[in-house]
Nanobody, 124 residues
Framework: QVQLVESGGGLVQAGGSLRLSCAASGLTFSTYAMGWFRQAPGKEREFVASVSWSMSNTNYANSVKGRFTISRDNAKSTLSLQMNGLNPEDTAVYYC?????????????????WGQGTQVTVSS
């Protein structure tokens, strides 16, 4: 049974930082591309960042480029998202997702497994 468990969310002031983690189990992590998505209140879920299975390629939404960094540790089956320079518009539930195959994607439909999400709240 595949499980993706996010952690690291919380309340932070504008300009602050958080580091999200996603622990994966039940799959051969190194053979999956991974992604982070988020859903703000009243909005649709949107792409944040993705990484190929070897970390050779990454992709970011324009809204987070230069502030967020996605990384993975295949030996530990974990995915991370370092978020710096947070602003209230980053408030959302953040989800990690796994996509079978080498290449990353920004399309939600390309992902096979999803975590339950972790709440990030940025106060002004």
């Amino acid at each position: 049974q595949v499980q993706l468990v996010e952690s690291g969310g919380g309340l932070v002031q504008a300009g602050g930082s958080l580091r999200l983690s996603c622990a994966a189990s039940g799959l051969t992590f190194s053979t999956y591309a991974m992604g982070w998505f988020r859903q703000a209140p009243g909005k649709e879920r949107e792409f944040v960042a993705s990484v190929s299975w070897s970390m050779s390629n990454t992709n970011y939404a324009n809204s987070v480029k230069g502030r967020f960094t996605i990384s993975r540790d295949n030996a530990k089956s974990t995915l991370s998202l370092q978020m710096n320079g947070l602003n209230p518009e980053d408030t959302a539930v953040y989800y990690c997702a796994a996509r079978s195959g080498r290449y990353y994607s920004s399309r939600q439909d390309d992902y096979h497994y999803w975590g339950q999400g972790t709440q990030v709240t940025v106060s002004s």
